[in-house]
């Protein structure tokens, strides 16, 4: 069932709406089963899957060989089956690297973003929509007749079979915002959303996933680990995750290119991992120095006129 989405009604100055539901078209879920399914998945990936109790998901990465993020995901399970949500162009790119593993163990992975419509819910009303529908919800991850909720902190990610999607849609009588109110909420939230065009180019510190608990530094080996570890214990990342805001009027995409104001004139700066445009407003994550000063100018290559000045993390970059 198709769920009908509204054109967003607030721009990325206003303050969130107090109830928005959004239609995450935009994700999708590779599923992994069978009797080895997470102890494959756990030699794969830079989170703890053999930790991962049944209320709790988790941040994660799949690298290849040389500890370049080949995606990003959320993992979750939902009874014998593991979950990983990420953008769909992700999945293309990601989940025939799996397989080719994966026909070493007793797992099954396989595309199941048409098993399920995901809904985000965001706003100061949120808890209480949630709970009008589902009941209380207070941990990490809570399994619903058929499906999953998915906390984070004061946002919800609903998992659910299409048809129970379009009736919660139909019996709530909300408009519907597109997935590009969901990804501003994401950007903000400086989470790194790795899209299938930077596949192979990013090392998981350089998007800032050790912030937020997505790398296991004490479990066993995994693809990329070496890269990976050598980066925490010796050092030599020079780059992080920032989110960036301001104005411009080009219509922008993934390969637009950033400059940053130095003392001799404007060089390149960066580039951009995800993005909301609204108008002449942009909202963006960008893999920048880890050295930028917060109050670093900087702005698109081919808009002298235009502006991005960074905004604070919501989380810390200090690694113990």
Excluded at 70 to 82: C, E, G, K, M, W
Excluded at 219 to 247: D, P, S, V
Excluded at 271 to 292: K, M, P, S, Y
Aim: charge should be negative.
């Amino acid at each position: 069932m198709t769920i009908s989405v509204s054109t967003p009604h607030w721009d990325l100055d206003a303050s969130l709406p107090p109830l928005m539901l959004a239609n995450l078209s935009h994700m999708g879920l590779i599923k992994v089963v069978g009797e080895q399914g997470r102890s494959f998945i756990h030699g794969q990936v830079t989170t703890d899957i053999s930790s991962l109790a049944d209320n709790q998901w988790r941040w994660g990465a799949h690298c290849d060989p040389k500890g370049k993020m080949l995606a990003s995901f959320r993992t979750f399970a939902i009874q014998d089956a593991l979950f990983m949500l990420m953008p769909k162009d992700v999945i293309e790119v990601d989940l025939p690297q799996l397989q080719k593993y994966a026909v070493f163990s007793k797992a099954t992975l396989s595309k199941a973003s048409d098993e399920w419509t995901l809904l985000g819910v965001a706003g100061e009303q949120a808890s209480q929509f949630i709970s009008e529908h589902f009941g209380e919800i207070t941990q990490e991850l809570t399994l619903i007749d058929k499906g999953a909720i998915l906390k984070d902190t004061d946002r919800f990610i609903l998992v659910l079979p299409p048809e129970t999607a379009a009736a919660l849609v139909a019996k709530s009588a909300l408009s519907v915002f597109d997935a590009s109110a969901w990804q501003a909420l994401e950007i903000s939230a400086g989470y790194p959303n790795l899209a299938a065009s930077h596949a192979s180019q990013y090392v998981p510190q350089m998007c800032n996933l050790q912030a937020v608990n997505g790398i296991s530094f004490n479990k066993g080996c995994y693809m990329g680990q070496e890269t990976i570890a050598r980066m925490k214990y010796r050092g030599g990342n020079k780059r992080a995750l920032y989110i960036l805001h301001g104005h411009t009027h080009l219509q922008i995409n993934l390969e637009s290119s950033l400059e940053i104001a130095m003392e001799d004139g404007f060089r390149r700066g960066g580039h951009i991992i995800e993005f909301v445009q609204r108008g002449n407003q942009v909202l963006l994550t960008a893999v920048l120095a880890n050295d930028t000063e917060s109050q670093a100018k900087l702005r698109f290559a081919d808009d002298e006129e235009s502006s991005l000045t960074i905004q604070a993390l919501p989380y810390s970059l200090d690694e113990a």
